[in-house]
């Protein structure tokens, strides 16, 4: 992936949203070259087998020590993102968790953001407010919370913060000012 010419190096950004947060962690924990990793209202453990991913159904992942990400070995720059109404699952809970296991480990490589009135889905700026829909895993519809305007409100500022995060702890702005290019 390093030697890819889209990758400007040294090290490699992940951004993630749902169920691929705990993807993203676990490639940040135990791969190298990561140099920053964006997780948009993502798990901090692996979902247990036979559980389906909604609201109040992913037990606090503390209680399942095996199930834990272990985010404290990772060397990169985390910016956790979370909705206060997200209903596909506590995403705050744990973006703060996150927080604290690195905090334990003495690391302050991490930003949380948390977007109040947001739902489940924070994507790319003009993306459509998508309050429910066909669970992939239940195959049944259900909510996934938030209010429109908080949402576009939270994409456009997330997408300022995302490119931000990644010039600051990927390099791309040193590079790109010692190639000449602005």
Not at 119 to 141: D, Q, R, T
Not at 169 to 182: A, C, D, I, K, P
């Amino acid at each position: 992936i390093l030697s890819s010419a889209q990758v400007k190096g040294p090290g490699v950004g992940i951004i993630s949203i749902s169920h691929s947060g705990g993807h993203a962690l676990a490639i940040s924990s135990f791969l190298d070259h990561v140099s920053a990793t964006v997780c948009i209202n993502a798990c901090t453990a692996n979902t247990l087998s036979g559980l389906f991913i909604t609201h109040d159904t992913v037990p606090d992942p503390e209680q399942y020590k095996a199930s834990l990400i272990p985010i404290e070995r990772a060397t990169c720059q985390f910016l956790f993102v979370a909705s206060e109404e997200d209903y596909n699952w506590t995403s705050v809970f744990f973006a703060k968790q996150a927080v604290s296991i690195l905090k334990r480990h003495n690391k302050h490589s991490y930003s949380l953001v948390l977007y109040p009135k947001a739902g489940h889905f924070i994507e790319v700026p003009h993306m459509p407010f998508c309050p429910s829909s066909v669970h992939a895993a239940l195959g049944k519809a259900v909510a996934f919370g938030g209010e429109p305007k908080a949402n576009a409100e939270a994409q456009m500022d997330l997408w300022e913060r995302v490119q931000r995060f990644f010039k600051s702890h990927l390099g791309v702005e040193s590079t790109q000012n010692q190639s000449g290019n602005e």
